[in-house]
């Protein structure tokens, strides 16, 4: 199998705010396993397409046999409760499956209802965003104490790297003592891979989703919250349990007629910095995920990780000329077409014919 990225999203937040609910309502459109057999899959875990247009109209025009799109993992976490990163609640359990993912969703209950218990009582968006991060942040830190007295022994040992990470901790963790997220620290390259190696919690991106129903107040939630999408979960997932028809014209009667969960889906890739390149063909018409800045060999790698050596030449263009010029021998024709070399970087939407031996 080639080395295919698959997006892995965990969804944290307080009880009973609505995680599961956005869980159920993403896992309806879960994708054919058989693509992605390198998988477990758990209760809580399910793997989502990624909603793409581009596919379709390409897959039409090239007569495709199956149309394969990029796909992300979410994971449905249980509840986090002040003290998780005691071990209060399920703390460590929860902690363990949020280590996995590449980025966080939390979701934040921003809309009061008395049937719906709330562990503080009360729904307060502002609070209950800093509750979570904070335990972020605290297993984080603990994390650090641990790692700390390595690092220093090593540096004290003469080793070089030792030294930068050493001198990177005397930053970073007063940073998070004073209850700022790792992902919000100033850092260079050299930074980057030992912040990366040691896979700190409150490092990972974090998208917040504002569960609101479109029938209550909607309770004010912190600006610094970013990015951030409001979305009637419950709505939502009602939504899911229709026909597409039926829920298109559902949707058209709502004030926002927005698809929030697809919007969700490509806030994801967004998050995460990555792209995605297609390629089209009688056999499939697919899709896929690169990180930003890739270039042509690696892109190659994708498909099959011998393409990457093997790389000669990418034939290039832009999915929509394709499709304006109707096939692949017209792109070639007129020019359209770019043969592109081993520094190329490929850009979203660029459609794709590699050359290898
Ligand atoms: N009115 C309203 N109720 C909602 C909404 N989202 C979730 N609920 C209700 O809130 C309750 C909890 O929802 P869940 O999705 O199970 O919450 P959770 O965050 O997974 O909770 P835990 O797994 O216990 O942490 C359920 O009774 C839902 O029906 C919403 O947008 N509006
Ligand atoms: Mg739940």
Known sequence: MSNIILLSVGIVGLPNVGKSTLFKALTKRAVDIQNYPFCTIEPNVGIVEVPDKRLDLLAKMSDSKKIVPTAIQFTDIAGLVKGASKGEGLGNQFLANIREADAIIQVVRAFEDSNIVHVEA??????????????????????????????????????????????????????????????????????????????????????????????????????????ALEIDIKLENELSELNAEEAEEMRTALPHPKNCLDELISACYTLLGLETFLTTGEDETRAWTIPTGCKAPQAAGKIHSDFEKGFIRADVVFWEDLLKAGSWAKVRETGILKTEGKEYVVKDGDVIEFKTN
Not at 146 to 151: G, N, S
């Open 122 to 227: 009360k729904p307060r968006p502002a609070d209950d965003i800093e509750v979570i991060s904070l335990e972020l942040i605290l297993k984080d830190l603990d994390t650090l104490q641990k790692h700390a007295p390595k690092v220093e022994k090593n540096m004290k040992g003469g080793d070089k790297d030792a030294a930068l990470e050493h001198a990177l901790l005397l930053r970073l963790i007063p940073f998070l003592e004073e209850g700022k997220p790792a992902k919000d620290l100033e850092i260079n390259d050299k930074e980057a891979e030992f912040l990366k190696a040691l896979n700190l919690l409150s490092a990972k991106p974090v998208l917040y989703i504002i569960n609101c129903s479109s029938d209550k107040t909607i309770l004010n939630y912190p600006a610094k919250a970013k990015p």
